[in-house]
């Protein structure tokens, strides 16, 4: 059974992390497929696309982005956009991802996945704004679930119908990130379960895991050590609902040595089977 | 006047990143204020992001552009945090990743001002230049200009030090090129010698400083004692062969080709523009200057291509 977009199952990825370049290419390790941070690799002409190109022919790739802000009141930034699509034509990249969040307002970018007020007139806006990068892209995007620490008062609808409802309306991808359910359900006292019954799995063409960390009065999506237990437990849960698409581990503070990382990301295979 | 490679880990630090990151131990600075009118009823979707992201933006430290009571119009408490708190939680991780970001690009300025000084000073340049590109990529390009209108223990010096590692930074992104060697030139028949121009690696900057500044910075790296310098000026080349950036200090002789030769000069004009300079000197000794001055150029791959 394939996901609605017809995307492939590219198995257990790691998140390509600058400190792994020089292993990655010397020892070319066996991983399924990296995932890059788009920003890293736009509005620039040298060393990281040097590596990039390297890394991308030995390996498939699919692009996760930070700054397309979708949920932002600002017009979409179409240079940001155009340079998007040149990237992912010269990496050969899967597909392209990015987050359910806005990252700046009135012209600032604050380089942060901040969080959407989920109302009415913040869906509608969204859903033209996805359709129209579509549109751009000729292919499509896959939004993730972010993690959050706030929730506005205005809210009218929970996470999981906006992103459920903007997924159908603006027949998109998601990519579901299982370490920030677990974190949002954690910050904003919900069942996990009860949004991963509410999603249009169909819909979802990946997933992440991830370490957190606990400060007691909230949890940080810090990226940072292994998955605990509870989140390979809801990988598990969501892949059961899934097609069977691809599993991707990220890892971006404290990063240990590739093998280590990589062998983490493995242990994904516990909690889906063989089948990724 | 040997070149000095940078440490190949530099710029390889992680900027674009899905996480929100936490720094403690924030000083006080100017507020940058741009929250807009708050009134009474609903709030539209960019009300909401205007009130959220001037909180987020305000400097840490200084009390945010709502009170508590106003904030739980904009986001809800927890069971274990106020509204504010909550938002307080990405005001933290604007300033941190932004302080990271120019920590990454300005480690030898960081050491100079010692660390504390350092993040002050990243706050109030975060205060003065906020971010409006989707990339983080060239975030620090203020850096010089802004150490010249700080009040710093020596702000020229710190200029000249920001203004180097932002050379680094720019020669890790500028377009890859080979540098040709000698064996490339040894293929050049000696009758178009005089008329051959010279591509310069695309990366190259020719920076003059009024400060030892490229000497402090190899201290730092290697290891050595660092002490603020008096005022001496040097040309210091910056500029990247495949992975490494290279910091090459230069003899006058050396910029007066390169410049010419970076300008479109045939070698015959550039080598025309050393002699100028050696004028005063012994006829062998022009001559001997000026073969080491062109093969020292060479040599250290400042140049990526012979143009015939």
Known sequence: MANRFQLPNLGIGLGLRTTHYSTILEQKPAVDWFEILSENYLRTEGRPLDFLDQIADLY?????????????????????????????????ARWVSDHLCWTGVAGKNTHDLLPMPYTEEALAHVIDRVR????????????????????????????????????????????????????????????????LKALPFERVVQFHVAGHTDHGTHIIDSHIGPVIDPVWQLLAAAHQRSTGVPVLLEWDAEIPSFQETHAEALRAREFIGASA | ???????????????????????????????????????????????????????????????????????????????TLSSLERIDIYRRGYHARLIECLVDDYPVLEHALGTAAFEAHCRRYIARHPSSAPSLNYFGRHMADFCRTEALPDPAFAADLAALEWAI??????????????????????ERWPQARFQVNPSLRILRLAYP???????????????????????????????????LELESTMVTLVESLQNGATLEVGLAGVQALLQHEEELEIAKKIRHCFQHSVASGLFSRVLL
């Open chain 1, 60 to 92: 498939p790739v699919v692009m996760h982005g930070v700054s397309l802000s979708i949920g932002s009141s600002d017009p979409l930034d179409w240079e940001y956009l155009t340079d998007l699509k040149a990237l992912r034509d010269r990496s050969r």
């Open chain 1, 132 to 195: 129209a990068v579509q549109d751009f892209l000729g292919a499509p995007l896959a939004l993730e679930n972010p993690s959050s620490y706030a929730e506005f008062a205005g809210d009218s609808m929970r996470e999981w119908e906006f992103l459920g409802r903007l997924a159908e309306d603006a027949d998109c991808a998601l990519l579901l990130d299982v370490n920030n359910v677990y974190v949002s359900s954690k910050n904003h006292g919900f069942d996990p379960l009860s949004y």
């Open chain 2, 1 to 79: 006047m040997n070149r000095e490679a940078t440490a190949d880990a530099l710029g390889l630090h992680e900027r674009a990143s899905a996480t929100t990151p936490e720094r403690v131990g924030a000083p006080r600075e100017a507020a940058l204020g741009s929250a807009p009118a708050w009134t009474e009823g609903k709030l539209d979707l960019r009300t909401q992001q205007k009130w959220f992201a001037a909180i987020v933006s305000t400097p840490q430290h200084e009390p945010a552009p709502v009170d508590e009571g106003s904030a739980v119009r904009l986001i809800t408490a927890s069971a």
């Open chain 2, 169 to 190: 930074v720019l020669a890790i992104h500028a377009p890859t090129a080979a540098a040709i060697g000698f064996e490339d030139l040894a293929r050049v028949p000696s």
């Open chain 2, 213 to 247: 500044a490229n000497a402090y910075l190899q201290a730092y790296r290697q290891g050595k004692p660092t002490v603020l310098p008096a005022a001496s000026p040097t040309r210091v080349a910056v500029y990247r062969t495949g992975r490494s950036v290279w910091r």
